[in-house]
């Protein structure tokens, strides 16, 4: 990125998202021309514009033309941009690049049909750009995006004597912001429109408007330079400042500077470290535990012209930008994040789906990364340019700048009111719908006169052959076996597959629609079965998952693209004593027209009643398979000479602690029936066969892993922990284990190991972050938690737990897994409190033991600074024990720093292992 940006909108947007195109045709030009080429070159665009005028009218030169145009689209002035742009484009040897601006500034204007014409010209030349993708789409996307205005209130702000003000930010019973109001006592006008630079302000607000005159932000903040926009982090202040005065020649570079507040005034300003030369940084924003800062910057190695990017801080020190990633960034611009709490950003793009100039978007942050983008709309989002979006500490009153009023270079500040609910905890849809269609299309072709296949669908009922329609009677848990039968006999003959089915309780969100749609043909959406018990539903909002949101119990929609999207209904009711709302989200595979042709598929008719359809991936279509016949499994040994009836070798093979005696090897599945049906006549009547792979049984072991749903399948997923439990000499245990919402702290599910060999299942939904644990006598407890909330795969997860017993106390720490800080925090999250709870109960019930709490940390920051952290941590601990009633006497806390890593600290996953916090139960004396 080889050009230079400066700040906010008019004189910030308009050069931040400028690109500089010389057009000068060498030695002879004109000296009016050769004046205005200057201006151009020095982004001197409104001192420009006049000169180009006269050359135009002498000369009609065709880069006059094109010049003139790209001044009024980087001043902002699109109607004179579409004018000019309309001519230029028609000049020869005319770059693309003027077919994407005259695109822009055409959707700024409103015309979207015409700037569809221009990007589809623009692309075919840059078929690698997703501007122009992303913008082709929100062109034919404007309508809906124009659609929902139920959303938001908005209104504008009054700032008597202002005359652009922009970038609000709520601080102390009022609004900072940014205005280029011309100061008297300086005259320091900006070439780039006209306007004077940049400054401060902070103005007291009433009812959500201006109280009396804003005035200057004092102290050393405010300089010759353009100073803003800035942001707040407790007695921090981080602005953009540009590098050159004003009325210097040349491109100005923008940095980000911090000041501290003493005494009402900001002093010591300082430029921040990772800020280097020859690039801008700006429009920086501090997350709510201030250590993390998003700004822009026009770096190398970038998406786009000005990308997004992320810095943390480590006591005094701040790491070094990382780019927010393809998810965030376009080829175009990203500008002006704000955050909103630490897991919510808003910034404001020309790359994305929008409806023309810069929109405001929202992104989420999970798994260590931000993404889900959307458009929150009309009317928050306009087809000029908004931008610079903050909410107040109640997260329903926000401000934000846009030009909307259609003056040139001119912003105003806007109020808007949030409508639909702020925030609303999400859960993944769950049909009522009990009737399933479930099918094996892929299982090998069987001798129907001797084999038949038969689904055992877990509730007592059987149905020959490849496909069975069922409908159960009540939600809950199945295990469905896809078995193969002895058709003469009955018996079984071979399992060719088991999974489970889990069929939870209805939502109370529920969104009624099929789980695949047709690019360019409306989609039904129904909420009309939803339901709030002891309220009365008075809003349905839908997210669509595309960037639209629409409201209402009944809608429709049109996809445009294919893909996965999640849509997401938020039900809304009031009671007599409280209001009430809900939320569910569901997965809409949206594929194109024509390979719906191609399958025969039609979308399904709104009304219809819902199915499921389900394939298996078998145990008999893996690779390697042979088959044998399993005679007897047994706890003890069987002497060989009990199967010397059947006149073959016997192998005994050894799984876990049973004993499996098996006769044959066989590559095809009916090769083994001769010697399953002798095995019968000979006494052998629990006979089977069982699958071998690399000479391993895998028959019922491991059948459950295959479960490979189809295309268009939407059986909700569940995730499987498997695993052991033993004592510290490997000896089974029957012990309960305990699974519990760490949200909600809520129990939800129990089950007891085997007491054979410790052999335990837990089912837990998707959707949700789990804590388990166990309890028993005479044993120290064990606890571990599972994020589910993003997973969508079936998936199989194994943990062999072993149990300490009390009179081991002291040998080693044990890892408190279900603790929960904020990144570089040490305030516990309530999602910790069920954790701490058991400890306590223990501890009060074993009043002569004692613990060493224990923080640690991985390598990043500093010792001293990580010591401190883990120190806190381990206080935090120590603190919630004694407030339980626990005695402060019984309990040491001690903080180990990044002295201790369980892991080398090379990797993410290292590091989230190191950071931790343990329990050391000391011996009793």
């Given at each position: 990125?080889?050009?230079?940006?400066?700040?906010?909108?008019?004189?910030?947007?308009g050069?931040?998202i400028?690109?500089?195109?010389?057009?000068?045709?060498?030695?002879?030009?004109?000296m009016?021309?050769?004046?205005?080429?200057?201006?151009?070159s020095?982004s001197?665009y409104?001192?420009?514009?006049?000169?180009?005028?006269?050359?135009?009218?002498?000369h009609?030169?065709?880069?006059?033309v094109?010049?003139?145009?790209a001044?009024?689209?980087?001043?902002?002035?699109?109607?004179?941009?579409v004018?000019w742009y309309?001519?230029?484009?028609a000049?020869?040897?005319?770059?693309?690049?003027?077919?994407?601006?005259?695109?822009?500034a055409l959707?700024?204007?409103?015309?979207?049909?015409?700037?569809?014409?221009?990007?589809?010209?623009?692309s075919?030349?840059?078929?690698?750009?997703?501007?122009?993708?992303?913008?082709?789409?929100?062109?034919r996307?404007?309508?809906?995006?124009?659609?929902?205005?139920?959303?938001?209130?908005?209104?504008?702000?009054?700032?008597?004597?202002?005359?652009?003000?922009?970038?609000?930010?709520?601080?102390?019973?009022?609004?900072?912001?940014?205005s280029?109001?011309?100061?008297?006592?300086?005259n320091?006008?900006?070439?780039?429109?006209?306007?004077?630079?940049?400054d401060?302000?902070h103005?007291?607000?009433e009812d959500?408007?201006?109280?009396?005159?804003?005035?200057l932000?004092?102290?050393?903040?405010?300089?010759?330079?353009?100073?803003?926009?800035?942001?707040i982090?407790?007695?921090?202040?981080y602005?953009?400042?540009s590098n050159?005065?004003?009325d210097?020649?040349?491109m100005k570079?923008?940095?980000?500077?911090?000041?501290?507040?003493?005494?009402?005034?900001?002093?010591?300003?300082?430029?921040?470290?990772?800020?280097?030369?020859?690039?801008?940084?700006?429009?920086?924003?501090?997350s709510?535990d201030?250590?993390?800062?998003?700004?822009a910057?026009?770096?190398?190695g970038?998406?786009?012209?000005?990308?997004?990017?992320?810095?943390?801080?480590?006591g005094?020190?701040?790491?070094?930008?990382?780019?927010?990633?393809?998810a965030?960034?376009t080829?175009?611009?990203?500008?002006?994040?704000?955050?909103?709490?630490?897991?919510?950003l808003?910034?404001s793009?020309?790359?994305?789906?929008?409806?023309?100039g810069?929109?405001?978007?929202?992104?989420?942050?999970?798994?260590?990364?931000?993404d889900?983008v959307?458009?929150p709309?009309?009317?928050?989002n306009?087809n000029?340019?908004?931008?610079?979006l903050?909410w107040?500490?109640?997260?329903?009153?926000?401000?934000?700048s846009s030009?909307?009023?259609?003056?040139?270079?001119?912003?105003?500040?806007?109020?808007i009111?949030?409508?639909?609910?702020a925030?609303?905890?999400?859960?993944p849809?769950?049909?009522?719908?009990l009737?399933?269609?479930?099918?094996e299309?892929?299982?090998q072709?069987l001798d129907?006169?001797?084999?038949?296949y038969?689904?055992?669908?877990?509730?007592?009922?059987?149905?020959?052959?490849?496909?069975?329609y069922?409908?159960?009677?009540?939600?809950?848990?199945?295990?469905l076996k896809?078995?193969?039968?002895?058709?003469l006999?009955?018996d079984?003959y071979?399992n060719?597959?088991?999974?489970?089915l889990?069929?939870?309780e209805?939502?109370?969100?529920?969104?009624?629609?099929?789980?695949?749609?047709i690019?360019?043909?409306?989609?039904?959406?129904?909420?009309?079965?939803?339901?709030?018990?002891g309220c009365?539903?008075?809003a349905?909002?839908?997210?669509?998952?595309?960037?639209?949101?629409?409201t209402?119990?009944?809608?429709?929609?049109?996809?445009?693209?294919t893909?996965?999207?999640?849509?997401?209904?938020?039900?809304?009711?009031?009671?007599?004593?409280?209001?009430?709302?809900?939320c569910?989200?569901?997965p809409?595979?949206?594929?194109?027209?024509?390979?719906?042709?191609?399958?025969?598929?039609?979308?399904?008719?709104?009304?219809?009643?819902?199915?499921?359809?389900?394939?298996?991936?078998?145990?008999?279509?893996?690779?390697?398979?042979?088959?044998?016949?399993e005679?007897?499994?047994?706890d003890t040994?069987?002497?060989?000479?009990?199967f010397?009836?059947l006149?073959?070798?016997?192998?005994?093979r050894?799984?876990?602690?049973?004993?499996?005696y098996?006769?044959?090897?066989?590559?095809?599945?009916?090769?083994?029936h001769?010697m399953?049906?002798?095995?019968?006549q000979?006494?052998?009547?629990?006979?089977?066969?069982?699958?071998?792979?690399?000479?391993q049984?895998i028959?019922?072991?491991?059948?459950?892993?295959f479960?490979?749903?189809t295309?268009d399948?939407s059986?909700?997923?569940?995730?499987?922990v498997?695993?052991?439990l033993?004592?510290e000499?490997?000896?089974?245990?029957?012990?309960?284990?305990?699974?519990?919402?760490?949200i909600?702290?809520?129990?939800?599910?129990?089950?007891?190991?085997?007491?054979e060999?410790?052999?335990?299942?837990?089912?837990?939904?998707?959707?949700?972050?789990?804590?388990?644990?166990?309890?028993?006598?005479?044993?120290?407890p064990y606890?571990n938690?599972?994020?589910?909330?993003?997973?969508?795969?079936?998936?199989?997860?194994?943990?062999?737990?072993?149990?300490?017993?009390?009179?081991?106390?002291g040998?080693?720490?044990?890892?408190?897994?279900?603790?929960?800080?904020?990144?570089?925090?040490?305030?516990?999250e309530?999602a910790?409190?069920?954790?701490?709870?058991?400890?306590a109960?223990?501890?009060?019930?074993?009043?002569?033991?004692?613990?060493?709490?224990?923080g640690?940390?991985?390598n990043?920051?500093?010792?001293?600074?990580?010591?401190?952290?883990?120190?806190k941590?381990a206080?935090?601990?120590k603190?919630?024990?004694i407030d339980?009633?626990?005695?402060?006497?019984?309990?040491i806390?001690?903080?180990?720093?990044?002295?201790?890593?369980?892991?080398?600290n090379?990797?993410?996953?290292?590091?989230r292992?190191?950071?931790?916090?343990?329990?050391?139960w000391?011996?009793?004396?």
């Amino acid at each position: 990125m080889s050009y230079q940006q400066s700040i906010l909108t008019g004189i910030l947007v308009g050069l931040v998202i400028g690109i500089i195109l010389p057009c000068t045709d060498g030695f002879g030009q004109p000296m009016i021309r050769k004046k205005a080429d200057k201006f151009f070159s020095r982004s001197d665009y409104h001192k420009a514009i006049p000169y180009y005028i006269t050359d135009i009218a002498r000369h009609q030169h065709p880069n006059s033309v094109k010049n003139l145009a790209a001044c009024y689209w980087h001043t902002r002035d699109y109607d004179l941009a579409v004018h000019w742009y309309s001519n230029a484009v028609a000049t020869e040897n005319c770059e693309p690049i003027h077919y994407l601006h005259y695109a822009q500034a055409l959707m700024s204007a409103g015309n979207y049909s015409l700037a569809e014409e221009w990007l589809k010209k623009y692309s075919g030349s840059a078929p690698d750009d997703r501007r122009a993708k992303h913008l082709l789409r929100a062109s034919r996307m404007a309508d809906q995006l124009k659609q929902d205005s139920s959303n938001y209130q908005v209104s504008r702000m009054e700032f008597p004597g202002f005359p652009s003000v922009l970038c609000p930010l709520p601080y102390r019973e009022g609004l900072i912001f940014v205005s280029n109001r011309y100061n008297f006592m300086i005259n320091r006008r900006f070439n780039y429109t006209g306007y004077s630079s940049l400054d401060l302000y902070h103005a007291r607000l009433e009812d959500g408007n201006i109280s009396g005159k804003p005035r200057l932000l004092q102290g050393q903040i405010n300089s010759r330079f353009h100073d803003g926009p800035a942001t707040i982090g407790g007695e921090m202040i981080y602005f953009t400042r540009s590098n050159q005065a004003p009325d210097q020649s040349g491109m100005k570079q923008l940095s980000i500077w911090s000041a501290r507040l003493s005494g009402g005034s900001w002093i010591q300003t300082e430029r921040l470290p990772f800020v280097k030369d020859a690039h801008s940084y700006a429009h920086p924003t501090i997350s709510a535990d201030g250590n993390w800062m998003i700004f822009a910057a026009d770096l190398p190695g970038g998406y786009g012209q000005m990308d997004l990017y992320v810095v943390h801080r480590k006591g005094e020190q701040w790491s070094n930008p990382v780019n927010l990633g393809p998810a965030i960034n376009t080829e175009g611009n990203e500008v002006f994040p704000v955050f909103n709490g630490n897991q919510r950003l808003y910034f404001s793009s020309d790359g994305h789906i929008g409806l023309g100039g810069l929109d405001i978007y929202e992104a989420s942050y999970y798994r260590d990364k931000w993404d889900h983008v959307i458009n929150p709309g009309y009317p928050l989002n306009s087809n000029k340019d908004d931008f610079s979006l903050s909410w107040d500490s109640t997260n329903t009153l926000g401000y934000f700048s846009s030009n909307r009023s259609g003056i040139p270079g001119m912003d105003e500040i806007y109020r808007i009111k949030r409508m639909a609910p702020a925030e609303v905890p999400c859960e993944p849809f769950r049909e009522q719908d009990l009737c399933f269609t479930i099918s094996e299309e892929s299982s090998q072709d069987l001798d129907t006169t001797i084999l038949q296949y038969e689904f055992d669908l877990g509730d007592g009922t059987k149905v020959r052959g490849k496909r069975a329609y069922h409908c159960y009677q009540q939600t809950g848990v199945y295990t469905l076996k896809l078995n193969v039968i002895d058709v003469l006999t009955n018996d079984l003959y071979f399992n060719e597959a088991t999974y489970e089915l889990v069929i939870p309780e209805p939502s109370a969100a529920y969104i009624h629609s099929p789980d695949t749609a047709i690019t360019g043909e409306p989609l039904v959406l129904d909420a009309s079965m939803s339901a709030l018990p002891g309220c009365q539903i008075t809003a349905y909002h839908w997210d669509l998952g595309d960037g639209y949101r629409l409201t209402g119990e009944k809608v429709m929609h049109t996809y445009r693209d294919t893909g996965l999207v999640s849509v997401r209904l938020t039900v809304s009711g009031d009671s007599a004593h409280f209001p009430c709302q809900t939320c569910s989200y569901k997965p809409v595979r949206v594929i194109a027209s024509e390979a719906a042709e191609a399958l025969g598929f039609t979308p399904q008719k709104p009304g219809e009643r819902l199915r499921k359809l389900q394939s298996l991936e078998t145990i008999s279509r893996m690779q390697d398979i042979h088959y044998t016949i399993e005679l007897a499994s047994v706890d003890t040994p069987i002497p060989l000479k009990e199967f010397e009836s059947l006149g073959e070798p016997v192998t005994v093979r050894q799984v876990s602690q049973q004993y499996h005696y098996t006769v044959g090897d066989y590559e095809e599945l009916l090769a083994a029936h001769p010697m399953f049906v002798k095995a019968k006549q000979r006494g052998f009547r629990q006979a089977m066969v069982k699958a071998l792979k690399n000479n391993q049984l895998i028959t019922e072991e491991d059948t459950t892993l295959f479960l490979k749903p189809t295309e268009d399948a939407s059986l909700y997923r569940v995730t499987l922990v498997k695993g052991t439990l033993t004592d510290e000499d490997m000896n089974p245990l029957e012990v309960e284990i305990a699974w519990e919402d760490l949200i909600k702290q809520q129990i939800i599910g129990r089950t007891t190991s085997n007491a054979e060999d410790g052999s335990f299942t837990i089912e837990l939904e998707n959707g949700r972050i789990y804590g388990y644990y166990i309890e028993m006598d005479d044993y120290l407890p064990y606890s571990n938690h599972l994020d589910l909330r993003w997973e969508t795969k079936h998936i199989v997860l194994r943990d062999s737990i072993r149990l300490l017993r009390f009179k081991d106390l002291g040998k080693d720490p044990q890892i408190l897994n279900n603790l929960f800080f904020g990144f570089d925090q040490y305030t516990l999250e309530p999602a910790s409190y069920s954790e701490l709870a058991r400890v306590a109960a223990l501890l009060k019930r074993n009043l002569g033991s004692k613990i060493e709490i224990a923080g640690h940390t991985d390598n990043l920051g500093t010792s001293a600074y990580n010591l401190v952290l883990s120190k806190k941590r381990a206080n935090a601990v120590k603190h919630y024990l004694i407030d339980q009633g626990c005695n402060e006497s019984n309990i040491i806390a001690v903080g180990y720093g990044s002295s201790q890593p369980m892991n080398a600290n090379l990797t993410d996953d290292d590091r989230r292992q190191n950071r931790r916090v343990s329990i050391k139960w000391l011996p009793v004396k």
